[in-house]
């Protein structure tokens, strides 16, 4: 069965069949918008929230975008590139959406990249694949939430400069956003006087964490995680399991203490750091609205998975805004939302590089008990960061992409 489910809401006159003839949209057509994302595999607890995040930020806005009614579509992709390929091909081509959001992972990201383009598809992406927005930038892709780079950036700096620590091991999971995380923290933390002596790849769907925290050293600063789905949680109890918690810090990149998971993890949480664009913390009015909603109709605090629709939902709202409620021509509503400033998301102020990529705050954040339950209380703020950091962006753009071997690790240590 091609979609996991299908949604069609009618400014409270119930569901209506919508005749889908012609391409230029009719005055009463809602806008179809094809909702990718992970139900199963390792990456499900990520995507289910991504779904309850998109059904929120509709339901709060009464199922309507700049007064035009939305019929929401929602394919389950199972995290597989393959499939997400194909679930996009049937909600672009049978399903005559007129925008894309999603994907959840950086592979699967890649994977529709070119039809993406070919297809002059308006597409708001979650997953943070970094050349998606750089080296192989396309004019039909925007990403409001972060590069897999960004925030690994940040908390680098952070961790050179206010931690202090000098030597850590790295280890995330063996795939694109594992390793452009990790690169990007390696780049930074050692362009400010760092050395990362250690590197482990646990594969994304790994039994067990155990082989990998025995090989940790025992003689450094701490560890930087980058974790997508449940494995930061999975990671982190057997850290603690191994007699490593308190003896050596973690500290986490954008997923690895996601709220998805965060309530799982219990004590052992506690303490630890981590980088993101997005905190439940995070005091403006549409974050509270947001919050008090998510924990409302789904009984859990937001994370990275349900701000990113959230916050894509934001920019297709001030796109179709700043064309009167129009959506048919592509082309203008794909440029009405590279260029929309928005000052009031959930995540807090956006706006777009010219690459389609966002700048905007990223925040450091550390695992509280508050409430009886853990939250992330934000203890710094990078305000307009940018995917290049403050790197020069075609000096950036003429190195390789990061990867799993790039930049190179020059201080690793047997």
């Not at 139900?39 to 499900?44: E, N, Q, R, S, V």
């Not at 760092?194 to 600063?221: C, E, F, H, M, R």
């Not at 954008?254 to 965060?262: K, S, V, W």
Request: charged share 20%; with cysteine; proline share 4%.
């Amino acid at each position: 069965m091609a979609l996991s489910r299908r949604l069609l809401v009618q400014s409270g006159l119930g569901a209506a069949t919508v005749a889908l003839t012609g391409t230029v949209a009719r005055a009463d057509e809602p806008i179809r918008i094809g909702f990718l994302t992970v139900k199963t595999g390792p990456l499900a607890a990520g995507g289910i929230q991504m779904e309850q995040g998109m059904n929120l930020f509709l339901k709060l806005r009464g199922n309507k975008l700049a007064g035009r009614d939305v019929q929401l579509i929602v394919a389950d992709t199972a995290g597989s590139p393959a499939t997400t390929r194909t679930k996009a091909q049937e909600l672009v081509e049978r399903d005559k959406v007129h925008v894309l959001i999603g994907p959840l992972a950086a592979f699967e990201a890649l994977a529709i990249a070119d039809y993406v383009n070919t297809q002059k598809m308006p597409t708001l992406g979650v997953a943070a694949a970094d050349d998606t927005t750089q080296r192989s930038a396309s004019p039909w892709y925007a990403r409001a939430t972060a590069s897999a780079g960004q925030c690994a950036h940040a908390i680098a700096h952070y961790a050179a400069t206010e931690l202090k620590y000098k030597r850590m091991t790295i280890i995330g999971d063996d795939f694109a956003y594992g390793h452009e995380q990790n690169a990007a923290f390696l780049r930074v933390f050692e362009d400010n006087g760092g050395k990362v002596v250690q590197k482990l790849w646990p594969p994304l769907n790994a039994p067990d964490y155990g082989t990998y925290v025995s090989q940790i050293k025992n003689n450094v600063d701490a560890v930087f995680m980058s974790f997508a789905g449940s494995n930061g949680f999975r990671f982190t109890k057997a850290f603690f399991e191994y007699g490593l918690g308190g003896k050596i810090p973690l500290i986490g990149g954008m997923t690895a203490m996601d709220e998805a998971i965060l309530q799982q993890t219990g004590e052992d949480a506690v303490g630890i750091v981590s980088a993101n664009w997005y905190s439940a913390a995070y005091d403006n009015p549409a974050n509270k609205e947001f919050v008090a909603g998510m924990q409302r109709d789904y009984k859990i605090d937001p994370g990275y998975y349900a701000a990113g629709p959230a916050v894509a939902g934001a920019v297709l709202e001030a796109g179709m805004k700043a064309l009167g409620g129009r959506f048919d021509d592509r082309e203008a509503l794909m440029k009405a939302m590279r260029t929309a400033v928005i000052t009031d998301s959930v995540r807090g102020p956006v706006k777009f590089d010219d690459r389609g990529n966002a700048i905007g705050n990223i925040y450091i954040r550390k695992v509280e008990k508050k409430g009886g339950k853990n939250v992330n209380t934000v203890i710094k703020t990078y305000p307009d960061v940018s995917q290049f950091w403050t790197y020069a962006e075609a000096e950036f753009l003429a190195k390789p992409v990061y990867s799993r071997d790039y930049p190179p690790a020059k201080n690793l240590e047997n």
